[in-house]
């Protein structure tokens, strides 16, 4: 299960579908618990992060009695170093070396997952596709009353939940979303978005960075408060801020098709053109050059199936490449990156 996983182009959960999944490219909620007996994994030995990850495998019997599907058990230590890479880049674990004790309880769609002793004793994690945080929510939270039921977490009544990461003491809720945002960067509106949307205590980062710069306009809106905010005040602010992005990039889609339909027609056809005929193609210039593909499939210009842009984000990944046959040359990954990309449009092209 877990090696179909991490070398399939998408993941099952990554079907296009949910609310505003024009713009929303996903949605995920991060819980994050400890267990009350063991001190916190930055300071504990490794025969407690043993024994953390020694109660966290038994939960797999429960895991599997939920009925959402069938949960398997890995040791992240096992894993070899492509394997840890491959699922960084599926966002399973973080893209760090895994430490002494660290493990994974995963669920066979990649929708649902618990990180064991990453920073924090259990991150409970689940993901689906477009606008879709009460989906997630209730996903997490069952995985969350599942566990408890049996584990003794870190909780005090004036705190909340207990984290090594005092920004998450409290609910220990992150909720989260992903969001394609062309129309906004070209109309130069971003900056204003991010000031507003800090002001609630949410944040705005961009998923692909060069220094200050934002590639493939891809950004992520996440919540940095916890404590004294309940986990309906999160959920409740961060849909309404992404009702209101979802609206404003419309908007902007449609002033530029307004403004200049045929310019605009002519860059994302030219962005197309380069990707389907290059022979070298390096990641950031990949990136920039998917974002006006899916702005192009979005808009009815390039007649290709949505989700190719997402299996070519996770295709045109380093981690993916090596599994590919390139070599750790420069020039070797740019080529099997071009190749890969052809391949890719030709083979979701309607």
């Given at each position: 299960m877990f090696a179909e996983l991490l070398t399939a182009p998408l993941l099952p959960w990554q079907d296009g579908s949910g609310e505003a999944a024009d713009i929303v490219l996903e949605s995920r909620i991060r819980l994050v618990r400890n267990l009350k007996k063991y001190v916190f994994p930055g300071k504990a030995s490794a025969a407690e992060l043993q024994a953390v990850l020694t109660e966290a495998k038994a939960q797999v019997p429960r895991l599997q009695q939920l009925g959402t599907g069938r949960y398997e058990y890995l040791e992240l230590?096992?894993?070899?170093?492509a394997e840890r890479d491959l699922a960084a880049a599926k966002h399973f674990i973080a893209p760090s070396q895994p430490g002494t004790g660290q493990g994974l309880l995963l669920r066979e769609d990649g929708a649902a997952e618990v990180i064991v002793n990453e920073g924090e004793h259990f991150?409970?994690?689940?993901a689906a596709a477009g606008a879709a945080l009460d989906t997630v929510w209730r996903t997490a939270l069952q995985l969350d009353d599942t566990l408890e039921s049996k584990l003794n977490f870190a909780f005090r009544d004036d705190f909340g939940y207990l984290t090594a990461n005092p920004a998450l003491t409290g609910t220990g809720l992150v909720a989260g979303v992903?969001?394609?945002l062309p129309g906004l960067v070209t109309q130069k509106r971003m900056q204003k978005i991010v000031q507003g949307i800090t002001k609630f205590g949410f944040s705005v980062c961009g998923v692909y960075c060069r220094g200050n710069t934002y590639i493939g306009n891809i950004f992520q809106i996440a919540n940095q408060?916890?404590?004294g905010m309940s986990e309906d005040d999160v959920l409740t602010q961060l849909?309404?801020?992404v009702t209101q992005i979802v609206k404003e990039e419309r908007n902007c889609r449609q002033q530029l098709l307004e403004r200049d339909e045929n310019g605009l027609r002519d860059g994302v056809l030219r962005s197309y053109g380069i990707l389907s005929q290059a022979w070298l193609m390096e990641q950031e210039e990949a990136i920039r050059l998917l974002s006006d593909l899916r702005l192009g499939i979005d808009l009815g210009i390039i007649h290709e199936r949505p989700s190719v842009y997402e299996a070519l984000l996770f295709l045109c990944e380093t981690a993916h490449l090596r599994q590919s046959g390139a070599g750790k040359n420069d020039d070797a990954?740019?080529?099997v990156r071009a190749d890969i990309i052809r391949k890719t449009l030709a083979a979701y092209a309607i």
């Open positions: 230590g096992k894993l070899s170093p991150i409970i994690q689940a992903t969001l394609h408060i916890t404590l849909k309404k801020i990954e740019d080529r």
